[in-house]
């Protein structure tokens, strides 16, 4: 039968074209240290991400959607209208600023962008340049452009008004987030060590005066001349006097209890704050030793991650809810006036599951409030498009979807709950049942075997508080009917498949175990610990492929599921999730995505990888002729399509 499963595997790879010629994938070797030139895949589409940031310069609203810059013309906030996106970054676009034409984008793991939106219909790339940390804001001063580079501290370079800036020098900080400059200084967010000053009289020679610890954790700042205003997360607001400039003399502070400031804008007498999931307050300044709530707009359910203030509007970005203009020409009674043009299909991109024409995507916000399920259309490779949306009342982890009986379901974990739902109408999912956990549970993942023949389609549930994997027989997929449990030996149920008489659960620190679930009593036969934690696992014929993070990917051979052996490992970098299509695994990675030829475990092979930064967090595929579609949803940067498709010649076959 090994001998049998290898044959057909490698068969499975060979393909005839309609030239006549036949061309079977080739393979290069890939180090464990990982090779992250482009090979063999090219980006399809990408579409969703979270609304990160904005700026605002007269009628034009630039906007940070995942890996993207939007243009819109907001010259009527009753009518938005998108005039164009970027090209898609390489990262999360976490700041803009806009000057005369030109807009500096910080794109996290990115780097720096410089854009010329001079046409507002077709934002160029002029420049780009990868910086060691992750960009986060940037502030311009004459000719100079500061640049908040996370954990590579405060970046200067020279030369802007070029459009290709200059770099020429660092100070190093522990994450910078924010910048401002006033003076001869710059005033920096460094997170958990507060605010760095730094003396750049002599850009190309910065020196860092001194560091002031705030009692929060430092995430935005901003100053009007004489005094330095600090968005000072669970602190709330913090007022600095600048009279001796480079000095910080406390002067003022507002908090309301519940602070998550994340970034600050001045206008008159008022400080409007993003406040995360208090929506966005309105300070009065005019006694900067007395600031005081003037206003404010609470927004259940959203978080305000970014804002921009001009005239009588203040414009936020509040991630999965979009882009949203508020009219503050009274600011005591700030209001919603328009809805924006930009509301995400796919916000926080998690784990997801491919059935037929269409992937089902598990969609979450940063704040832990989670839209629910997202259904997209991948019939026409390139075309993918968001279709249907299921509002989950709770926090969903994880998904299943199959057919039976006719109809297309998705079973739901959502925390405290399992959902099943009826997608038949893809614009429309239906809730059928909502099955309520068992006290002290909370469902983290399910999957589903469904026989191709003969035997009784069934369920497996993770319930990571009692460390158990549920079964449950889905004769009646609407109406599933709970059989029995197995608790695990050690560890955490993250996922689980199921193959032949037994069920393979990836436990975290419990690494695989195996359970068998042919006859009661149900019981767990073997386990088998692994480097790392492991998330996430995949079945192919005798062989079991472990997603573990920091570990990689172990690869184990199950032939024998009581004494599981593991054969091969890919270590070369940090994997979310794990697909397998006969000897091809598919990996999302902390670099993107990999194809990798398993062929031999022994001497894994890299056929495919195409590079993206973030958090890579869930992989589907699909097959379309000849190519391979492959999906990827990744966390804050929405979802992408790629195609893989590398062929060839079979040697000794005539030409």
């Given at each position: 039968m090994k001998r049998a499963f290898s044959f057909l595997s490698s068969l499975m790879m060979i393909t005839v074209l309609s030239t006549g010629w036949f061309y079977v994938s080739a393979a290069t070797a890939a180090p464990q240290v990982a090779d992250l030139t482009p090979q063999n895949m090219r980006l399809l589409g990408q579409f969703g991400g979270l609304v990160t940031c904005v700026?605002?310069?007269?009628?034009?609203?630039?906007?940070?959607?995942?890996?993207?810059?939007?243009?819109?013309?907001?010259?009527?906030?009753?009518?938005?209208?998108?005039?164009?996106?970027?090209?898609?970054?390489?990262?999360?676009?976490?700041?803009?600023?806009?000057?005369?034409?030109?807009?500096?984008?910080?794109?996290?793991?990115?780097?720096?962008?410089?854009?010329?939106?001079?046409?507002?219909?077709?934002?160029?790339?002029?420049?780009?340049?990868?910086?060691?940390?992750?960009?986060?804001?940037?502030?311009?001063?004459?000719?100079?452009?500061?640049?908040?580079?996370?954990?590579?501290?405060?970046?200067?370079?020279?030369?802007?008004?070029?459009?290709?800036?200059?770099?020429?020098?660092?100070?190093?900080?522990?994450?910078?987030?924010?910048?401002?400059?006033?003076?001869?200084?710059?005033?920096?967010?460094?997170f958990s060590d507060g605010i760095a000053v730094v003396n750049i009289i002599n850009p190309l020679a910065p020196s860092l005066v001194h560091t002031y610890d705030t009692a929060g954790s430092v995430r935005g700042v901003a100053t009007d001349?004489?005094?330095?205003?600090?968005?000072?997360?669970?602190?709330?607001?913090?007022?600095?006097?600048?009279?001796?400039?480079?000095?910080?003399?406390?002067?003022?502070?507002?908090?309301?209890?519940?602070?998550?400031?994340?970034?600050?804008?001045?206008?008159?007498?008022?400080?409007?704050?993003?406040?995360?999931?208090?929506?966005?307050?309105?300070?009065?300044?005019?006694?900067?030793?007395?600031?005081?709530?003037?206003?404010?707009?609470?927004?259940?359910?959203?978080?305000?991650?970014?804002?921009?203030?001009?005239?009588?509007?203040?414009?936020?970005?509040?991630?999965?809810?979009?882009?949203?203009?508020?009219?503050?020409?009274?600011?005591?009674?700030?209001?919603?006036?328009?809805?924006?043009?930009?509301?995400?299909?796919?916000?926080?991109?998690?784990?997801?599951?491919?059935?037929?024409?269409?992937?089902?995507?598990?969609?979450?916000?940063?704040?832990?409030?989670?839209?629910?399920?997202?259904?997209?259309?991948?019939?026409?490779?390139?075309?993918?498009?968001?279709?249907?949306?299921?509002?989950?009342?709770?926090?969903?982890?994880?998904?299943?979807?199959?057919?039976?009986?006719?109809?297309?379901?998705?079973?739901?974990?959502?925390?405290?709950?399992?959902?099943?739902?009826?997608?038949?109408?893809?614009?429309?999912?239906?809730?059928?049942?909502?099955?309520?956990?068992?006290?002290?549970?909370?469902?983290?993942?399910?999957?589903?075997?469904?026989?191709?023949?003969?035997?009784?389609?069934?369920?497996?549930?993770?319930?990571?508080?009692?460390?158990?994997?549920?079964l449950y027989d889905l004769t009646n997929p609407e109406n599933p009917s709970l059989l029995g449990s197995v608790t695990l030996g050690a560890g955490i149920p993250q996922a689980v498949q199921t193959s032949g008489t037994y069920t393979y659960v990836a436990a975290g620190s419990g690494g695989l175990r195996i359970l068998d679930f042919s006859e009661v009593p149900y019981h767990e036969v073997s386990h088998l610990n692994l480097t790392g934690y492991a998330g996430n696992v995949s079945i192919w014929g005798t062989t079991a492929y472990v997603v573990t993070g920091t570990g990689g990917l172990r690869i184990v051979n199950v032939y024998n599921p009581t004494s599981p052996v593991e054969v091969g490992a890919y270590t070369g970098e940090f994997v979310y999730d794990v697909k397998v299509n006969g000897i091809l695994a598919f990996l999302s990675t902390e670099n993107g995505v990999r194809v990798l030829n398993v062929a031999d475990p022994a001497h894994l092979k890299s056929v495919g990888f195409y590079p993206n930064k973030g958090t890579n967090y869930s992989i589907g595929i699909a097959n379309h002729g000849a190519d391979t579609s492959i999906y990827l949803g990744a966390a804050v940067n929405g979802f992408y399509e790629f195609q893989f498709a590398y062929r060839t010649y079979l040697p000794g076959v005539m030409k």
């Open positions: 700026a605002i310069d007269e009628n034009y609203a630039y906007v940070g959607e995942g890996p993207r810059l939007v243009i819109m013309d907001i010259s009527n906030p009753a009518h938005i209208i998108v005039t164009a996106q970027s090209i898609v970054l390489e990262d999360t676009v976490e700041g803009i600023t806009e000057v005369n034409g030109a807009a500096y984008v910080a794109d996290n793991a990115g780097g720096l962008y410089v854009m010329d939106v001079s046409d507002s219909t077709a934002p160029l790339v002029t420049y780009h340049m990868d910086t060691p940390g992750q960009a986060k804001k940037v502030s311009l001063k004459g000719d100079n452009l500061y640049l908040a580079d996370g954990t590579s501290g405060l970046l200067i370079y020279s030369d802007v008004t070029d459009a290709t800036p200059v770099y020429q020098t660092a100070i190093s900080l522990t994450n910078a987030l924010d910048v401002v400059t006033e003076g001869n200084y710059a005033y920096v967010a460094d001349n004489t005094s330095l205003f600090v968005a000072d997360f669970t602190e709330g607001l913090e007022i600095y006097d600048l009279t001796v400039p480079g000095t910080l003399t406390p002067q003022g502070h507002y908090m309301d209890g519940a602070s998550q400031a994340v970034q600050l804008r001045l206008q008159g007498i008022y400080a409007y704050l993003a406040d995360g999931n208090q929506g966005m307050q309105v300070i009065d300044i005019h006694n900067k030793n007395l600031p005081t709530l003037y206003g404010s707009l609470g927004l259940k359910g959203w978080f305000t991650a970014g804002l921009d203030v001009s005239g009588g509007h203040a414009y936020l970005a509040a991630n999965d809810f979009g882009f949203r203009i508020v009219d503050i020409s009274n600011p005591a009674s700030p209001t919603i006036t328009g809805m924006g043009a930009i509301v995400p299909d796919i916000g926080y991109a998690m784990r997801m599951s491919v059935w037929g024409t269409h992937a089902y995507v598990v969609n979450e916000n940063r704040t832990g409030t989670v839209l629910g399920m997202e259904i997209v259309d991948v019939t026409n490779p390139g075309y993918a498009n968001n279709q249907g949306i299921y509002y989950s009342p709770g926090v969903a982890s994880g998904l299943a979807s199959f057919t039976r009986n006719g109809h297309i379901y998705v079973y739901l974990a959502d925390t405290n709950t399992l959902r099943i739902l009826n997608v038949d109408d893809a614009d429309n999912p239906t809730l059928v049942k909502s099955i309520p956990a068992p006290v002290n549970s909370s469902y983290a993942n399910i999957s589903v075997n469904i026989p191709l023949l003969f035997g009784t389609p069934t369920g497996y549930l993770c319930d990571i508080l009692t460390n158990a994997v549920s």
